[in-house]
């Protein structure tokens, strides 16, 4: 996201909108979204990959693998992996200062809830302010990042993240130089500013970013260096190719028909195109591929196959109407509209599915409680995490207040999870009403260890583990700081791990 929306317009709105653009003449424009830090209203063990066809059902109730599943991430042991965590960012700074809002302190509070996955926000316009000319100030703080990413034991996820499509438009990303209109007309929109992704020179810009030689080559090199820098940290997971892309619009097409030919024709040949650049450096992590965001309205991706090993399809989960303020509304059926259009794609082409941004503006409304619980076990059914949208203090979007609290409801993101399991998962659910978190999984052939975190309780945690040759290195976590608990069983074993809150059970 950008500065994550004050208003988000409706489906309606937005078509309205653009028939209003069509005739009145101007160029039809684009699509939409975007996302903030600190109180900007407007918004274990680390991997190196192989693709497990697991499989994933209904509540993560999974059987062997049958086909149309969608596949899990992998560490280089074959081990399941679970990505828990929050977007990393600090879009209020640039040039000289860039970055400076990151601290060690927010991977430290990541680790101490238990979280294991960083989304890290970086933008082309301070990596190369002018063509040609990196910025190896900038590349020194990303390391910087990494290595705090490391020290307390955090996946990171580079995501070259653009809002409204750069500063020609007083956002972030694209750079200046790289953007061209044609002489297109911009407007901005100080209190809507999704409303500038209709705009006609925005959308133009887009277009020449896909379109023209020049400056395909100048975004496949600038993910070439990063490949080359960063491939090899110990952080690194993988790339975000693009946050949120947009495109534009013909006349007389309707919003989604738009966004599935973007998808198409602009963004699979750009993601081939990148992918290629990023291997040529890098053939060991994971490539993420977004779709436009109006998946959000329930529209299946246009995308085509990105024919790689290691690609996660990574769409973003924010909703209309809570984006525009309003409480979430439980019989509206979005989350299932939303779980049924984003899961065709990740079947369609066994790839896993990590949900790259989501969370409400306001997250203190009546239903919220609701909405987080909803939404963590919608994605438990068919993705390998999330990272949640934003680890900073503050208001807004902001996971935490300024003396470090989690707000209200963002303390329901902390549950008991298993980060790496050493086999097929069978089923995976946590009961948020008595803080029950049960795993069972079949064992690789080979004895692995598999790990189970467990957040700060009040009470501390009762651990027990059934199977044959199954065992726990701990049966009882005592209250306090959050803990990893490792479980081991022989290969081939049916294994049932049942987590539960020590002493009176607890309704959260």
Known sequence: MGKRRTHRLSLATVTALLVTALLGGGIAPASPRDGTVSDKTPRDGSPRNGTSKDRTPESRTTGPGAPGDIPRLTDDRGRTLTLRGWNVEDKTHHGPD???????????????????????????????????????????????????????????????????????????????????????????????WFAEYFEPAVQRAFTHLYEDADLRSAQARMWRLLADRFGGHPAVLGYDLINEPMGELRRGEDLATAARRIEATQLTPMYRRLAAAIRAEDRTNWLFVEPTPIVGEGVPTGLGRVADERVVYAPHFYNTAMEAGADYDPAAGWIEAYEKAVTAYPRAQSVPVVVGEWGPLNSGLPNMRRFHDDALASFTRYSSGWAAYVWCYGGGYCALDREGRLRTNKERTVTPYAPAVAGTVRSDTYAPDTGTYRLAYRSTPLPGATVVSLPPSPTGWRITVAGRTAGTGAEHVPAGRARQVTVWAFGGAEVRVTVRPDGPTLCR
Do not use: C, M
Request: charged share 25%; no cysteine; aromatic share 12%.
């Open 98 to 192: 860039a970055l400076s809002a990151i601290t060690e302190r927010h991977f430290a509070d990541l680790r101490a809830h238990g979280f294991n996955f960083a989304r890290l926000l970086i933008f082309w316009d301070d990596l190369e302010p002018r063509r040609g000319q990196y910025s190896e100030a900038y590349l020194r703080k990303i390391r910087r990042i990494l290595d705090w990413a490391r020290a307390h034991r955090a996946h990171v996820v580079i995501d070259a993240h653009q809002d409204v499509f750069g500063p020609a438009f007083g956002h972030r990303g694209i750079p200046a130089w790289a953007t061209r209109t044609d002489g297109l007309p911009f407007t901005s929109h100080p209190g809507d």
